[in-house]
C-alpha cells in the first residue's frame, strides 16, 4: 500500500509511549481542552517552529520561519473545507503566540507546560535562542540531566497532541510535524487533509527544501528521510 503507510505504521509502533508518559499525556489532553475539542467538533493542528530552526548560517536546516498569518492562509482554506474553527498550537515562540489575538474567529489552544521548560533554560542561561546540541551538552555538564528529560518529556507529548488533529498546517522540513502527521495516518489508516508551507511530505527526488548541517541542498543529503 505505499512507503508512506509503511512508514506510518512503524512511527506508531515506535512511538508507543510509556505509562508514565501517557499519564503525562492525559493530563495535558485535559489542561489544553483538547480532549473537549477533539469531542465536540473538527480541530486542526498546526505547528510553527521558530527558534534555532531558522536562518541561511550553515549550523542551521535553511528553513525559512515565517508569521502566523503565512499559516493561517491554509487554516482558513480548512476551515472553509471542514467547517474547523478551533486550532491546536504546536510552538517555540512567544511571539507566534502573541499573534494568535489577530484571528478572534479562531480559538487556539496551546500548552503552556512545553513553553515553560523553554523559558527556564532561557533564563538560567541568559538566551535569547536556544540551540539545542549546544544546550543538552551544557545541561549534563551542569547536571541539569533533569533539563534534558523534561524537554524530551515535553516535546513528545506535545507531538503525540498534535498528532490528535484532524487537519494540519505546518512545514514538512521538520520532523516533529511529519512525525505528527505520520501518527494522525497510522491512527485513522487514511491521509488526513494537511497543507505544507515548504516541501511535500517526501522531498527527494529533485525536489529541493532548505539545507541540511552541511549547508547542502537537501535532495542530495536527505535521501533517508522517505
Same mark, same amino acid.
Given at each position: #500500500? ?6 506510518? &505504521?512503524? /512511527? &506508531? ?10 499519564? =503525562?499525556?492525559?493530563?495535558?489532553? =485535559? ?10 467538533? +473538527? ?22 520561519? #515565517?508569521?502566523?498569518?503565512?499559516? #493561517? ?12 474553527? $478551533? ?6 515562540? /512567544?511571539?507566534?503566540? =502573541? ?7 479562531? $480559538? ?14 532561557? !533564563?538560567?542561561?541568559?538566551?535569547? $535562542? ?7 551538552? &551544557? +545541561? ?14 515535553? !516535546?513528545?507529548?506535545?507531538? #503525540? ?49 532548505? =539545507? ?15
Amino acid at each position: #500500500m505505499g512507503w508512506f503507510r509503511y512508514m506510518t &505504521q512503524l /512511527q &506508531q509502533f515506535l512511538w508507543r509511549p510509556s505509562s508514565r508518559l501517557q499519564a =503525562k499525556f492525559d493530563d495535558a489532553m =485535559k489542561v489544553t481542552g483538547l480532549a473537549d475539542a477533539l469531542e465536540n467538533g +473538527n480541530v486542526i493542528g498546526m505547528h510553527v517552529r521558530q527558534g534555532d530552526a531558522c536562518g541561511d548560517d550553515p549550523l542551521f536546516r535553511g528553513r525559512a520561519c #515565517m508569521p502566523l498569518s503565512n499559516f #493561517m492562509k491554509y487554516a482558513d482554506k480548512l476551515r472553509n473545507q471542514s467547517g474547523a474553527s $478551533t486550532i491546536y498550537l504546536a510552538t517555540d515562540s /512567544q511571539a507566534i503566540l =502573541k499573534e494568535t489575538s489577530k484571528y478572534p474567529e479562531y $480559538t487556539f489552544l496551546h500548552w503552556p507546560d512545553s513553553m515553560a521548560i523553554k523559558e527556564k533554560m532561557r !533564563s538560567e542561561w541568559n538566551l535569547t $535562542t536556544l540551540y539545542w546540541d549546544w544546550q543538552f551538552h &551544557q +545541561n549534563i555538564a551542569t547536571n541539569h540531566w533533569d533539563y534534558n528529560r523534561e524537554t524530551a518529556d515535553t !516535546s513528545i507529548i506535545e507531538m #503525540m497532541m498534535l498528532s490528535k488533529a484532524h487537519h494540519f498546517v505546518g512545514q514538512s522540513t521538520s520532523n516533529f510535524f511529519r512525525t505528527a502527521l505520520e501518527l494522525k495516518s497510522a491512527e485513522c489508516d487514511c491521509m488526513p487533509a494537511f497543507y505544507s508551507l515548504d516541501a511535500p511530505w517526501c522531498f527527494d527526488f529533485a525536489v529541493k527544501a532548505g =539545507k541540511n548541517v552541511y549547508n547542502h541542498d537537501s535532495t542530495s543529503e536527505h535521501k533517508w528521510l522517505c
